[in-house]
């Protein structure tokens, strides 16, 4: 079983660094300049946010997630904008990550709220952050309002849509749950900090393989997230790659012994069949649910960026893989390539 968890880990992480690499590396070497204006109508830092088994910057191994062997916040950092790449869990659930965002941009420590975490069995608050830009929301110098510009590439699309909508409409759950001098202000909402959001590759539908994985391994949510507390065990003073798993009491202590840190790991809440978890998130019934109280505001602007490596069979009139497809997602391309509205074939 050891092994077999450092077989599946060492492919996740590949999966992972692949898709962060070669996509973005092309897009980084093909870009124009365009330098930052100080005649363009606001100089909003821009906040580029990860997807599933994803890392900020470059905590693996010096691997730049946004730009593989080169690094696209340098790049934009140096053509003039502001530009920050932050680390949130790279498995956990939407809203777990979206509050981790918010207490990373405004500082102070993470409130997954209060009848969030009760309704999910975990810890109420997480790690504290120094905040990187503070007078988010705070009033400028010419009257106007500090804002931010939102990226999310995958499941970070999913988790930034989240957020703009927490900070607009608040949660009612959460204002009910919890005493006014004690909530977040993630929760309280009237906030039109965000000016745009745009998604790359956001399954902001769902994913067909999420669906799938659910159906051919019941235990998977089990599995990865075990898969993730056991790579804890390198040093938490400065492991290569950080699930952030801390609200489940996963983080592996300074001095804790292995046999300890396991136990912990085998009674924690995160072993039931919570949905508060990237991969119910991610399906398509995940995302229903989602969408149905996530929505639009009026005064965000919202892009969506789709990508496309498939063409139709001509027998089949399904889609299917085209031929410089990485070959590590063939499988999962001709499976998504097969489903008509959801269902197989």
């Given at each position: 079983?050891?092994?077999?968890?450092?077989?599946?880990?060492?492919?996740?992480?590949?999966?992972?660094?692949?898709?962060?690499?070669?996509?973005?590396?092309?897009?980084?070497?093909?870009?124009?300049?365009?330098?930052?204006?100080?005649?363009?109508?606001?100089?909003?830092?821009?906040?580029?946010?990860?997807?599933?088994?994803?890392?900020?910057?470059?905590?693996?191994?010096?691997?730049?997630?946004?730009?593989?062997?080169?690094?696209?916040?340098?790049?934009?950092?140096?053509?003039?904008?502001?530009?920050?790449?932050p680390?949130?869990?790279?498995?956990?659930?939407?809203?777990?990550?979206?509050?981790?965002?918010?207490?990373?941009?405004?500082?102070?420590?993470?409130?997954?709220?209060?009848?969030?975490?009760k309704?999910?069995?975990?810890?109420?608050?997480?790690?504290?952050?120094?905040?990187?830009?503070?007078?988010?929301?705070?009033?400028?110098?010419?009257?106007?309002?500090?804002?931010?510009?939102?990226?999310?590439?995958?499941?970070?699309?999913?988790?930034?849509?989240l957020?703009?909508?927490?900070?607009?409409?608040?949660?009612?759950?959460?204002?009910?749950?919890?005493?006014?001098?004690?909530?977040?202000e993630?929760?309280?909402?009237?906030?039109?900090?965000?000016?745009?959001?745009?998604?790359?590759?956001?399954p902001n539908?769902?994913?067909?393989?999420?669906?799938?994985?659910?159906?051919?391994?019941?235990?998977?949510?089990q599995?990865?997230?075990?898969?993730?507390?056991?790579?804890?065990i390198v040093?938490s003073?400065?492991?290569?790659?950080?699930?952030?798993?801390?609200?489940?009491?996963?983080?592996?202590?300074?001095?804790?012994?292995?046999?300890?840190y396991?136990?912990?790991?085998?009674?924690?809440?995160?072993?039931?069949?919570?949905?508060?978890?990237?991969?119910?998130?991610?399906?398509?019934?995940?995302?229903?649910?989602f969408?149905?109280?996530?929505?639009?505001?009026?005064?965000?602007?919202?892009?969506?960026?789709?990508?496309?490596?498939?063409?139709?069979?001509?027998?089949?009139?399904?889609?299917?893989?085209?031929?410089?497809?990485?070959?590590?997602?063939?499988?999962?391309?001709?499976?998504?390539?097969?489903?008509v509205?959801?269902?197989?074939?």
């Open positions: 079983m050891e092994k077999l968890r450092k077989k599946v880990g060492i492919i996740l992480l590949s999966l992972t660094m692949l898709l962060a690499i070669y996509p973005q590396s092309y897009a980084l070497a093909s870009t124009k300049s365009y330098r930052a204006s100080s005649t363009s109508n606001n100089n909003y830092p821009i906040v580029m946010v990860h997807g599933l088994l994803g890392w900020g910057n470059t905590e693996l191994f010096g691997l730049n997630y946004w730009g593989g062997f080169s690094s696209l916040r340098d790049y934009l950092t140096n053509e003039g904008y502001t530009v920050y790449t680390t949130v869990g790279s498995i956990t659930s939407n809203w777990d990550r979206a509050c981790e965002l918010y207490a990373y941009l405004k500082g102070g420590t993470v409130d997954y709220g209060e009848a969030h975490s309704k999910y069995g975990h810890e109420r608050y997480g790690r504290t952050y120094p905040g990187v830009y503070k007078s988010l929301g705070e009033a400028a110098s010419d009257g106007s309002i500090n804002k931010v510009h939102l990226i999310g590439h995958s499941m970070g699309g999913q988790t930034i849509r957020m703009t909508q927490l900070l607009e409409q608040g949660s009612e759950d959460e204002i009910a749950a919890t005493p006014s001098g004690n909530i977040s993630l929760f309280k909402g009237g906030h039109s900090w965000v000016s745009s959001v745009t998604t790359l590759c956001t539908d769902g994913s067909p393989t999420a669906n799938k994985l659910s159906e051919i391994l019941p235990n998977v949510q599995f990865v997230a075990s898969l993730g507390a056991q790579a804890g040093d003073s400065n492991p290569c790659f950080d699930y952030r798993l801390d609200q489940w009491g996963l983080r592996k202590e300074k001095g804790e012994s292995f046999k300890d396991t136990q912990k790991v085998n009674s924690s809440n995160l072993w039931n069949k919570t949905k508060d978890f990237s991969l119910w998130d991610l399906t398509p019934e995940g995302s229903k649910a969408n149905s109280w996530v929505s639009a505001q009026k005064d965000v602007y919202y892009f969506s960026l789709a990508c496309q490596d498939t063409h139709e069979d001509s027998s089949t009139k399904y889609q299917v893989p085209d031929a410089n497809m990485n070959p590590l997602f063939l499988s999962s391309s001709k499976y998504i390539g097969s489903c509205t959801n269902n197989d074939g």
